[in-house]
């Protein structure tokens, strides 16, 4: 099993290499999160299933290793590659050097402690609530993706930045709009200085 899950990633590292300046970085992404969150779904109902007894272990191992295969596919098509590439084309250039250093040692920190803590999660809740919280991390994720990461494809570190700059300005709007109705203070006047160096799209009444 561990040369097949080896032979997957190659090929599904090596797809994604190719085909990601064809499709976008978003489209990889977002397809990747959608198929991790359907092997995680299918993850929680099997072993669901095998620990109520109404599956029995054969079918539940077969299942069990199409939902581990494919959750491998879809992270290799999409995290696997992805976050370098979208962090060597998103940083600007004067610190990308450290910030993709921090990546990689976030991303470290973060697989030694979900190594850690998963054997003392299946111990205390079962290994359907464990896939469960699985798989609402996977939907955290693409709702993250799907409204803040930005398209990077054919675009410069400074227009990467002004399109996060306007995503966010546009979320905190809708935000503002909801958490506090109502007739908005006028903003202070700004300075030409300040007022050049913030997005367009934030020249906006304040928060109340």
Known sequence: MTVVLGVVKVFSTGFAVWRIDDVGRRF????????????????????????????????????????????????????????????????PPKIRGRLLGAQALWGAACLAVTSELFPALVNRVGLASTFFLHLLMCLVAGAFIFFCVAETRGATPEATRQTLEANLCARSAVVDRLCCPGPRPRPRAASAASAAARPRCCERSGRC
């Not at 199409?66 to 596919?73: I, K, L, Q, R, S």
Request: aromatic residues 10%; glycine residues 10%; hydrophobic residues 55%.
């Open 28 to 91: 990889f992404f977002l397809a990747g999160v959608g198929l991790m969150s359907a092997a995680a779904l299918l993850l929680v109902v099997t072993t669901s299933a095998l620990e109520s007894g109404s599956l029995s272990s054969g079918p539940a191992q077969a299942l069990v290793v199409v939902a581990c295969t494919a959750y491998t596919v879809a992270y290799q098509l999409s995290f696997g590659p992805g976050v370098f590439i979208l962090g060597s084309e998103m940083f």
